[in-house]
Nanobody, 124 residues
Framework: QVQLVESGGGLVQAGASLRLSCVAS????????MGWFRQAPGKEREFVAT????????YYTNSVKGRFTISRDQAKNTVYLQMNILKPEDTAVYYC?????????????????WGQGTQVTVSS
């Protein structure tokens, strides 16, 4: 009965910022890894960012390094994705995910639970 609910998406201009949130329930949030993935129309779902259970380790796909930051608030059972200097190529549905491990991972096979997604659209 693990549930993940994303929010914070929207339509913005290139160069703007958005902060996505993912609230988790149904499990002990602080001992599991979390990740963000995105999927554009006609494209495969791709890895964006991940964070370990403790928040001590984070990893990002190359295209968002220096612009995006993943973080987690254990008390609120929430993972965030701060997105700065957004580009049109960032346009996609963003999905929050969690797995049965504690380590940060960029592999989809390490995630078993997924949220419904939130749309991010960046215009030029």
């Amino acid at each position: 009965q693990v549930q993940l609910v994303e929010s914070g998406g929207g339509l913005v201009q290139a160069g703007a910022s958005l902060r996505l949130s993912c609230v988790a329930s149904g499990r002990t949030f602080s001992i599991y890894n979390m990740g963000w993935f995105r999927q554009a129309p006609g494209k495969e779902r791709e890895f964006v960012a991940t964070i370990s259970s403790s928040g001590g380790n984070t990893y990002y796909t190359n295209s968002v390094k220096g612009r995006f930051t993943i973080s987690r608030d254990q008390a609120k059972n929430t993972v965030y994705l701060q997105m700065n200097i957004l580009k049109p190529e960032d346009t996609a549905v963003y999905y929050c995910a969690t797995g049965e491990r504690s380590f940060a991972s960029s592999r989809r096979l390490d995630y078993q639970y997924w949220g419904q997604g939130t749309q991010v659209t960046v215009s030029s």
